[in-house]
């Protein structure tokens, strides 16, 4: 191609563009942004109202949904639909980094946040599935069963039904990459543009710019509350519009680079300073108790996983299980969209097996360590009055903790702390900043039709609308307004999960084999004589041989 006929950058960006859902994505979240800002007060009244009718009437069917979701992926793990491949080839990334990948870009910035501080939550005020006394020794390993159970598995189900569902049928059959992809077993591959598979892609791009603009206000909160915390400093609305633009710019950088060299990168680090800080944590703090109550935990998680998984709290009217279990379960169906898309992108090659293993299972294994750990040792500090980090949480918020926590841990004298109170910020920077620059790319794909490395100039638009809305709902005080808006959208996408899992059922068994029964089974009705008859006749035939 001669050089007057390429195009340039404002050109491709320009003709990558799918209009109707890059338009409809960005307009709605934009009015609602607006919105809120013009009538703060009003936007969130109705925003609250459709979240508590959405949690008073389906909390149910959203455990249920989740545990499902569970059960299919270990079917796929343990039985022979897991050899299936998503596509032809050998994979593009070693299996370090396609872990690292996947656990970046789904829940790791959320598990940092709350590794300090959820456990002591549950200790302060035990879940009512446990008759115990709150803030007593019980409650220790009550506490922290209950946090790694919000984090380790079930969360993780509904990033990977939809990998397995966009991704199977994008690099298996040839549909385009985009969440409506789910729809191919249905429509055929060629059609998953129609009205259906355009409104899943427009609610997706909403969903995940609501999801990612708020965890910048989250994570942004962090530096913004221990600034004030530790040194008394109050930035205000300038101040906090300069660290959101810092992370934004921090993440856009990492997206501009691109898979290989940006979040791959990235991630790989993310997991090496997590683990650094996982084990110092665990030699430096109280190393035997937390241990021995690592082991209690987890064997109460173990023994009691289905009645955790089903409890709704009827006797309060569901309050407590709406406000932390049914809200876990709603808010990574929001995200699933971006992560599922960021999964597909990333798995072609791999066995059905591997990507459902990782999805749940890998994940799960670097998960359970952190929570027993950091949450095991904020506890046991709390107990034992080495630390008192549940008055600053009470005054300044969640983000406080790791700051008492790890500010707390000495070893000889020496302000061990300070160093791990360094890599925790950092960890939970970059861990934010792969979560981010991954969904900004599937936002990308999403609005440019399926494409998978779409232009420099798309990906810094959407990074840069997403630090602008942050900033705004920030200043404004409604990032809680936008979370909950997100939560609504779990809703719609765990129907599209479900969606993801028959047509996965459908498919594999066409192409895989019946795995229950056999193909002659007839559910309903009467069987076919006919092929009784031959039954019989060829029976009769070995006889006469």
């Given amino acids: 191609m001669s050089r007057s006929n390429e195009q340039s950058p404002v050109e491709e960006f320009i003709d990558e563009i799918e209009p109707i859902v890059f338009a409809f994505g960005a307009g709605i979240t934009l009015l609602f942004v607006a919105l809120f800002a013009l009538n703060p007060k009003t936007a969130a009244n109705l925003v609250s109202s459709a979240t508590d009718f959405v949690l008073g009437h389906f909390n149910w069917a959203f455990m249920l949904v989740m545990l499902v979701f569970v059960g299919f992926l270990a079917f796929l793990i343990f039985g022979p639909w897991g050899r299936i491949k998503l596509g032809d080839g050998a994979p593009e990334f070693s299996y370090f980094s396609y872990f690292t990948m996947i656990y970046s870009a789904g829940l790791a910035a959320g598990i940092v946040f709350w590794g300090p501080s959820e456990a002591l939550l549950h200790y302060s005020s035990v879940p009512p599935l446990y008759d115990v006394a709150s803030k007593s020794q019980a409650a220790i390993p009550i506490a922290v069963q209950y946090s790694i159970f919000h984090w380790a598995i079930i969360q993780w189900s509904c990033f990977t039904v939809m990998g397995l569902g966009i991704g199977y049928f994008v690099h298996a059959h040839g549909a385009p990459l985009r969440v409506s992809a789910v729809l191919t077993p249905f429509v055929g591959a060629d059609n998953v543009d129609n009205l259906a598979g355009t409104i899943i892609d ?19 909160s962090q530096f913004l509350t221990g600034l004030e ?10 101040g906090t519009i300069t660290v959101i633009t810092g992370m934004t710019a921090l993440f856009t950088v990492s997206l501009v680079l691109g898979v290989d060299k940006g979040i791959r990168r990235l991630s790989n680090f993310n997991m090496v300073l997590f683990g650094g800080l996982m084990i110092s944590t665990l030699v430096f703090g109280p190393t035997f108790r937390v241990l021995e109550l690592s082991t209690q935990a987890i064997g109460g998680l173990l023994g009691d996983f289905f009645k955790m998984s089903l409890f709704l709290d009827y006797t309060n009217g569901g309050s407590w299980s709406n406000a932390w279990t049914v809200f876990y379960w709603l808010w990574p169906l929001a995200w699933s969209p971006f992560a599922g898309l960021f999964i597909a992108r990333i798995s072609r ?32 500090f709390q107990h034992n009055g080495v630390a008192n980090i549940l008055d600053p949480v009470n005054n300044y918020g969640e983000a406080v903790s790791g700051y008492v926590l790890f500010g707390a841990i000495e070893f000889m ?14 960890l939970v920077t970059t861990f934010f900043v792969t979560s981010a620059d991954s969904s900004t790319l599937a936002v990308s794909i999403m609005t440019t039709g399926g494409k998978e490395e779409p232009s420099a100039i798309n990906r810094i638009f959407w990074g840069v609308l997403q630090g602008a809305v942050a900033s705004i709902l920030m200043v404004i005080g409604g990032v809680d307004a936008l979370q909950s808006a997100a939560i609504i959208t779990g809703g719609p996408f765990a129907i599209v999960c479900l ?24 559910l309903f009705g009467k069987p ?18």
Wanted: hydrophobic share 50%.
């Fill in 413 to 426: 004298g020496l302000p061990i702390g300070t160093l791990l109170l360094f890599g925790f910020l950092v």
């Fill in 349 to 380: 090659g791999r066995s059905v097996r591997e990507v459902a293993f990782t999805g749940i299972v890998a994940t799960s294994l670097a998960t359970i360590p952190w929570f027993a750990i950091v949450g095991g040792t904020a506890t046991v």
């Fill in 229 to 238: 915390f530790q040194w008394g400093i109050q930035l205000g609305d300038a």
């Fill in 202 to 220: 427009i609610l997706a791009v909403f969903a995940t710019l609501g999801g990612v603009a708020t965890s910048l206000g989250f994570i942004g």
């Fill in 528 to 545: 076919s004589t006919e092929k009784q008859t031959n039954s019989s006749t060829v029976a009769v035939g070995a006889e006469d041989d």
């Fill in 499 to 522: 969606i993801a899992v028959i047509g996965l059922t459908k498919t594999f068994r066409e192409e895989g084999g019946n795995v229950l029964l056999r193909e002659e089974t007839v």
